[in-house]
């Protein structure tokens, strides 16, 4: 059996203060359940005093993005050993923001896994389709690229301490959520595509999925054989929220 893991994606939210607040009520309400994690990815500035909030719990700690080069000239981006360095466990890659809004190709997606993997980060690799890409039936096609290009780069053993969110787009911040049997297809699609290359990742892998999950349908979600816990943007920025997604895959 595979555990469960909670992850809350803050995105560029929060102040000093609230994002400290938002840590301790996380750390005062962690579901006392061992097969249940809660991973935490505020924004980089205040990764070093989440990782001081958490201190003592079983809560992890992860970042939205990094960059593929492990040091140098490249002003403004931050490598994954220092990620490592400020007690990161977690990385996303390849976001649907982060594809949308910056041009990351499935390409650059694979640099960044392969760099994050190289220190010992375990990637969230996201993948989703367009809501376009959906309706006219390519989801399948979107997905596998997204997934191939990861493959290609590290190999199916590659993919031994990752995790992936399946992250409809049209499901992000819409409101609007994918019913618990749409995402279940594209989850054991996923994993029968790795199961192709190695039963063992298959099986052991989390898929989480991602797309306005909320306390009211995550156990209908998180019952599905192969749904392992959530990724979540708005309802993780207020611990009462979170903590009922977290408490929803905990009564599984
Ligand atoms: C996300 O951005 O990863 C996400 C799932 O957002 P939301 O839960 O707000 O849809």
């Avoid at 699609?189 to 298959?202: C, T």
Wanted: some cysteine; aromatic content about 6%; overall charge negative.
């Amino acid at each position: 059996m595979r555990d469960f893991l909670v992850a809350g994606n803050w995105k560029m939210n929060g102040d000093f203060a609230t994002n400290a607040e938002l840590v301790a009520g996380i750390v005062a309400g962690v579901p006392d359940k061992d097969n249940v994690k809660l991973l935490i990815c505020p924004p980089f500035p205040y990764l070093a005093a989440a990782a001081g909030g958490i201190e003592g719990s079983s809560v992890l700690l992860g970042a939205q993005t990094v960059s593929e080069h492990e040091a140098g000239a490249y002003t403004g981006e931050v490598a994954p050993g220092m990620l490592r360095d400020l007690g990161c466990e977690y990385v996303l890659v390849g976001h649907s923001e982060r594809r949308a809004l910056y041009g990351e190709s499935s390409e650059d997606v694979a640099s960044k896994f392969v760099a994050a993997l190289s220190a010992g980060l375990k990637p969230i690799l996201c993948v989703g389709e367009t809501l376009d890409e959906r309706e006219a039936g390519g989801t399948e096609v979107v997905i596998n690229e997204q997934l191939a290009a990861v493959l290609a780069a590290v190999g199916v053993d590659g993919l031994q301490t990752a995790v992936i969110a399946y992250e409809p787009v049209w499901a992000i911040g819409t409101g609007r959520t994918a019913s618990p049997e749409q995402a279940q297809e594209v989850h054991a699609m996923i994993r029968a595509v790795l199961a192709k290359q190695n039963s063992e990742v298959a099986e052991g892998i989390q898929i989480l999925y991602g797309g306005s999950v909320k306390g009211d349908n995550a156990a209908g979600l998180f019952t599905m054989p192969d749904i392992d816990g959530g990724l979540i943007g708005g309802a993780s920025l207020k611990a009462v929220d979170f903590l009922a997604i977290a408490n929803a895959a905990a009564g599984i």
